[in-house]
């Protein structure tokens, strides 16, 4: 066995044990409502900072280009209330259109 499956087996041992821990140490007690509240603006909290990271960096260095661009453009739309495929479809686009392809 190789240092690669002993550490997955690991990590799936500590993640099985975080998880259960939760229903274990509640036993059935509701949660409070201020931390539905928190636990439910994490996902999208996340979510923002990996496309963040994924469009803007580039060998830990900042990178402004047209796929920036199409991600500002795209999120721009979906604060104003764009539907989602619309606000995808107007981001592809405008990044299409600075890299010369339209």
């Given at each position: 066995m190789t240092?690669?499956?002993?550490?997955?087996?690991?990590?799936a041992v500590i993640n099985f044990a975080i998880k259960a821990s939760g229903p274990v140490l509640l036993a059935g007690r509701e949660l409070p409502d201020q931390l539905l509240r928190i636990i439910a603006l994490l996902a999208p909290?996340?979510?923002?900072?990996?496309v963040l990271v994924g469009s803007i960096s580039e060998d830990g260095r900042l990178k402004v280009d047209e796929q920036t661009a199409g991600v500002g453009i795209a999120g721009a739309a979906m604060g104003l209330g764009v539907p989602m495929l619309a606000?995808?479809?107007?981001?592809?686009v405008t990044a299409a259109a600075l890299r010369g392809l339209l």
């Open positions: 240092a690669v499956w002993v550490s997955i087996g690991i990590v909290a996340i979510l923002t900072a990996l606000a995808i479809a107007l981001g592809v």
